[in-house]
């Protein structure tokens, strides 16, 4: 059974400066069409519920009224216990947050990313703080108790100061969740090329890495549980629906660019939004399907689980594979706790403090 559903969204306002995801700030015109696409492309979906829904984007709030009830009505009909819905500052109104409420909606995600006006400025941002903030307190005052606000370190120019205010001010709003990612400079993006021009001035590793154990340890005084490297919850807050990919199980993805894994496949939609909403149209949105092997599916099984701050149950990945993790992984699982990268008890396996800051490299280790 395929317990959750991905919902992609590709439209922004203005796209950020790091974003290398499958979105556009052009594409206005195509939003009702692409819509009418999402919905025909759930009506094939056979599943009748979901345990947990995940909007994303791009910018799911930049939908009008109109598009976004057209939406939340399908969706709602799947009857999530958890239905989270992405949003940025300057894209969420009063209205917008009291339709969300309506059907069902019950976990927002907020992109804040820093506290200071200057350092979102440089990432593109479209809001400032007070606009984070006037969102953030709306979305309280409709009846949302379940808000993840996503920050980011390790920003050109940023300090320590900068990332101890951005912190301690966020844990004093009282959110539920945090998701706390160090800055990638990933191909394609604009950030990429002043990189390449020497025009972007990056934190030192060193420094980096002072911002992540501070975010740990500062976070775990405040009341949150670090359960994934990057992110940290309220007692039983945690994302529902990104466990699904940590622990590798299936789910689905609709909306262009949407990847799916799927009775032991998986697949992706065509990318561009005018091919997507052309394919649907015809009725295939799918433009790569490949068959998980074997191999495959052990691989990933090991490098997301390891992700997860409990690791991987041994017992979990023998009722899986039918076979005990050493007899498939001995020798790497070995040489990795010799190196003091993976630490192991009577029931699991995850990665060492030390690990987590080399995690890349561990995962090296069950790909062949």
């Not at 052009?26 to 999402?38: F, H, P, V």
């Not at 800055?183 to 590793?205: A, R």
């Not at 740990?216 to 039983?236: P, T, V």
Request: a neutral charge; glycine letters at 6%.
């Amino acid at each position: 059974m395929i317990n959750s559903l991905y919902v992609h969204i590709p439209f922004c306002i203005k796209k950020c400066l790091y974003c290398d995801f499958n979105s556009y700030s052009n594409m206005w015109s195509y939003e009702d069409k692409y819509i009418d696409a999402l919905l025909k492309e759930a009506d094939k979906i056979e599943e009748k519920s979901f345990n947990t829904i995940f909007v994303g984007g791009g910018t799911p709030t930049t939908l009008s009224l109109y598009n976004l009830e057209r939406l939340l009505k399908k969706l709602s009909k799947y009857s999530p216990k958890e239905f989270t819905f992405e949003g940025n500052p300057g894209t969420i109104d009063i209205e917008k947050l009291k339709l969300l409420k309506y059907y069902g909606v019950n976990r927002l995600s907020i992109g804040l990313q820093a506290w200071q006006n200057n350092l979102l400025k440089s990432l593109g941002r479209i809001h400032d703080l007070d606009s984070f903030l006037k969102t953030y307190n709306e979305a309280i005052k409709v009846g949302f108790d379940n808000i993840n606000i996503d920050l980011m370190f390790a920003i050109p120019d940023q300090s320590m100061d900068d990332w101890v205010c951005t912190l301690k001010n966020v844990v004093k709003l009282n959110p539920q969740h945090l998701s706390c990612y160090s800055l990638i400079i990933e191909e394609g993006t604009p950030f990429f090329k002043l990189y390449n021009e020497n025009k972007l001035k990056l934190v030192d590793e060193d420094t980096d890495r002072e911002m992540y154990y501070f975010t740990k340890d500062y976070l775990s005084k405040n009341g949150f549980k670090q359960y994934e490297i990057s992110n940290f919850a309220k007692h039983n807050k945690e994302c529902k629906h990104n466990i699904t990919y940590w622990m590798d199980e299936e789910y689905i993805g609709i909306g262009a660019g949407a990847h799916s894994y799927c009775k032991g496949y998986r697949y992706n939609n065509y990318l561009n939004v005018p091919e997507y909403i052309d394919a649907t149209q015809k009725g295939n949105a799918i433009q790569n399907k490949v068959k998980v092997t074997v191999k495959d599916e052990l691989e990933e099984f090991m490098f997301m689980g390891l992700r997860m701050t409990d690791g991987i149950l041994k017992k979990r990945f023998k009722d899986r594979f039918k076979k005990d993790i050493y007899d498939v992984y001995g020798s790497e699982l070995c040489e990795l706790k010799k190196l003091g990268l993976l630490v192991e008890d009577k029931n699991y396996i995850k990665l060492s403090s030390y690990g987590i800051d080399v995690s890349n490299k561990v995962f090296e280790y069950f790909i062949k």
